[in-house]
């Protein structure tokens, strides 16, 4: 393997798709898929149907693999994130030493962007012998997020965070900023956080067809957007979601 291509794909729209990333797939020898489980079939389902919609050359090869699993014997967070992540990188090199020549070429397409909250450029840089990367950007979850909403993303003249819910569960509210951008969260963590002053914006498949958003005061909304993320969690056996809290900042 001489190239790899990591390409953002947004949100699952396929219409998120930049010219860029259509002429980086067009121009792979080898594009690889990852499955997730059944649970989580409409993901590499969205993977081939971009693939089906946008590419043109007949010699490209499409090939799939499982994705290892997370041992959750291991204690610490970080070790048990970075054994997995060199897993995974073992499983990239498989894949790509059994699929016919030529290989050259190589295309992950990458959910959102790679360059935020993703951990394929980690991944890749696990791969020996170390290929040459170019990354295609992609739109985020976050723009998304924004768009859905008809917002923008600082307040005026102000700074904002982007975290993690596993950080706004463990610290609490990150300081230096009154609105924060919550991603990863797969636990609600804004219910452990005092919720008088703070409103949220908060979407679920943002830009496909089943998006789903709701807003308001986190007081009266909190309660809406955990019943509704469990209730569509368990129609598509899957969920991406994200949120934006803004707090007033006599709060700071």
Known sequence: MTELFLI???????????????????????ILIPRKGDEKAELAQIRRSICADVLTNTATRIVEFDLPQRDPATPDYVQRVEDWHDAIAAVWA??????????GRVALLVWGDPSLYDSTLRIASRLRPQPNITVVP???SLQGLTAAHAIPLNDLAAPFTVTTGRQLRDKGWPPGSDRIAVMLDGETSFQHIAAAGVTIWWGAYVGMPQQCILSGPLTDTAPAIVARRKALREAHGWIMDIYILQREPRLS
């Open 94 to 103: 498989k894949a790509i030493a059994a699929a016919p020549a030529p290989k």
């Open 138 to 140: 992609g739109i985020t």
């Open 8 to 30: 953002g794909i947004g949100t699952g729209n396929p219409d998120h798709l930049t010219l860029q990333a259509i002429k980086a797939l067009n121009a792979a020898d080898l």
